[in-house]
Nanobody
Framework: QVQLVESGGGLVQPGGSLKLSCAAS????????MGWYRQAPGKQREMLAT???????NYADAVKGRFTISRDNAKNTVYLQMNNLKPEDTAVYYC??????????????WGEGTLVTVSS
């Protein structure tokens, strides 16, 4: 099994910054793409940013220029630096990792989420 644990959420004022971390552990053979998603109350979960094992990135328009995804392959950890936060960024933030547990089997694993609240 593979576990993903997010950290770094909390309350921040509009215009502020937060950095989220997500560490993967367990029976990991190889991690491919990793990503950050969020789900606001009453809304569907949406993709924010993804990053390949080779560090190629992709961003949703809503966060492009404000959020930066990065990863440390040696630590099996993905990060999300969030700047210029807005009230509409309030949501539960989840990480996802496309993970092989053997050379022949892989699947997507999700963390349990960390709450980010942007409010004055």
């Amino acid at each position: 099994q593979v576990q993903l644990v997010e950290s770094g959420g909390g309350l921040v004022q509009p215009g502020g910054s937060l950095k989220l971390s997500c560490a993967a552990s367990g029976s990991i053979f190889r991690i491919h793409d990793m990503g950050w998603y969020r789900q606001a109350p009453g809304k569907q979960r949406e993709m924010l940013a993804t990053i390949t094992s080779g560090h190629s990135t992709n961003y949703a328009d809503a966060v492009k220029g404000r959020f930066t995804i990065s990863r440390d392959n040696a630590k099996n950890t993905v990060y999300l630096q969030m700047n210029n936060l807005k009230p509409e960024d309030t949501a539960v933030y989840y990480c996802k990792a496309d993970t092989q547990t053997t050379p022949f089997y892989g699947m997507d694993y999700w963390g349990e989420g960390t709450l980010v609240t942007v409010s004055s």
